[in-house]
Nanobody, 117 residues
Framework: QVQLVESGGGLVQPGGSLRLSCAAS????????MDWYRQAPGNQRELVAT???????NYADSVKGRFTISRDNAKNTVYLEMTSLKPEDTAVYYC???????????WGQGTQVTVSS
C-alpha cells in the first residue's frame, strides 16, 4: 500500500499564493506520474497539473502561467506552487500518483483551498 499525505491548503485572498505538498510513503516502486486534481462543490474532479518521472509537465488551460508543479523523486514528493489565485480556484485539491509496476494508482485525502476576500 501507498499513503499520500497532502499539506499546504488554506484560506488566501485573491491574488495571493499557496504551496501544496504531497508526500508518498509505503510500498513505492518508481512513481511514473504525479498529478494534482481539484474538485469544487457541484463540479466534477478535474486535472490541474501533471509531472512525469523525468520532469515533463502539463497544465490545465485555466492555471497555465499561474501554477507550477514540481517533484522531488528522492523524497517521493510533489508540489504545486499556486500564484495569482482567483476565487474560481477554490476547491479541494487531491494528489494522485501512478506507478507503472503493477499499474497501480493512489489518491490523497484532499486539502481545501479557499480563495476569498
Amino acid at each position: 500500500q501507498v499513503q499520500l499525505v497532502e499539506s499546504g491548503g488554506g484560506l488566501v485572498q485573491p491574488g495571493g499564493s499557496l504551496r501544496l505538498s504531497c508526500a508518498a510513503s509505503g510500498r513505492i516502486f518508481s512513481i511514473e506520474t504525479m498529478d494534482w486534481y481539484r474538485q469544487a462543490p457541484g463540479n466534477q474532479r478535474e486535472l490541474v497539473a501533471t509531472i512525469t518521472r523525468l520532469g515533463s509537465t502539463n497544465y490545465a488551460d485555466s492555471v497555465k502561467g499561474r501554477f507550477t508543479i514540481s517533484r522531488d523523486n528522492a523524497k517521493n514528493t510533489v508540489y504545486l506552487e499556486m500564484t495569482s489565485l482567483k476565487p474560481e480556484d477554490t476547491a479541494v485539491y487531491y494528489c494522485h500518483v501512478f506507478m507503472r509496476v503493477g499499474a497501480l494508482d493512489y489518491w490523497g485525502q484532499g486539502t481545501q483551498v479557499t480563495v476569498s476576500s
